[in-house]
């Protein structure tokens, strides 16, 4: 145990891990289910991977689940466990983190579809749980249409406002101004979507808050897979243009410019000696910058 944390938050850092486990599980068969709808084969297909740290007997890892198919250009759904040691000069910037004190574990799902229909929108979601001397979770999703529906964009902040306020009414109007505030690109000094929600260092100071803050987690989790799937099905038989696939493509390259630029879980990653290709299945398929 940990001297500077007294809590032993190893088996719920387990039961978080089971459960976005089962969460990946279930987006997964989700989304082949839209493929097969419009007459696809396609399926996920996940690849291991172990993260390797000199000295450390059990760094951890994680699976990397990835389809490309006729809805989904191309979707992945990560889910990792790792622990370790940050660097002397990182570790400075995590939270409960520092020179004295670099010790992590973290475990958590990441997502992020991109559509071969420009009128459906892609999305990104993740949720997670760290700790170092302090022990929190964090995550969020946002909505990322090339061309923006305005019952579409209401519908998801609709959803994601409902598990909010099932904890405390004050988290949705504070996360989504989070969202707003870090899903901005300021050389182009536009938002990269239409926002979401985002959340982080909601922090578990004992067992109970570590339940409450777990069970807001989850209902963000349940938030996403009750309403994206909606969303895809209503708009992935629309009829688009060349100018409608331009428009996509030019919106992807400010997507990826964010993510390799200015994303914390990129940087995390990278930082952490995470699976290089898990951390860049964020990237687009296929982008524009001019």
């Not at 994303?263 to 290089?276: E, Q």
Request: glycine letters at 10%; one cysteine or more; a negative charge.
């Amino acid at each position: 145990m940990d001297p500077a944390n007294p809590i032993d938050w190893t088996p719920y850092t387990a039961r978080a891990r089971d459960w976005f486990e089962s969460l990946r599980d279930r987006i997964c068969a989700e989304f082949e289910a839209i493929e097969r709808e419009a007459g696809s084969e396609a399926a996920f297909e996940r690849t291991a991977w172990q993260r390797s740290e000199e000295g450390n007997p059990d760094p951890g890892g994680g699976v990397r689940a990835v389809m490309k198919g006729r809805v989904f250009e191309k979707v992945g759904v990560n889910v990792s466990t790792v622990r370790g040691n940050f660097s002397p000069e990182f570790a400075g910037t995590i939270h409960g983190a520092g020179a004295e004190q670099p010790g992590f574990s973290a475990t958590g799902i990441s997502l992020v579809a991109h559509m071969a229909n420009p009128h459906v929108p892609a999305v990104h979601m993740n949720t997670r749980f760290l700790t170092t001397s302090k022990a929190w979770f964090g995550g969020g999703g946002d909505l990322n249409p090339p061309l923006p529906y305005a019952d579409d964009n209401a519908e998801f902040h609709a959803a994601f406002k409902g598990a909010c306020d099932r904890h405390d009414p004050a988290y949705y109007p504070r996360f989504k101004a989070w969202a707003d505030d870090y899903f901005y690109i300021p050389h182009r000094q536009v938002h990269r979507g239409v926002g979401g929600i985002f959340y982080d260092h909601l922090e578990c100071v004992d067992p109970a808050a570590w339940e409450a803050n777990f069970a807001f987690t989850r209902d963000v989790g349940e938030a996403f897979l009750a309403v994206f799937p909606r969303l895809v099905r209503r708009r992935m038989g629309l009829a688009w243009t060349p100018e409608d696939k331009r428009r996509q493509l030019e919106w992807r390259g400010r997507y990826a410019e964010f993510n390799l630029v200015y994303d914390r879980g990129t940087l995390f990653g990278l930082k952490t000696g995470g699976n290089i290709d898990a951390i860049l299945m964020s990237l687009p398929p296929e982008a524009v910058w001019s």
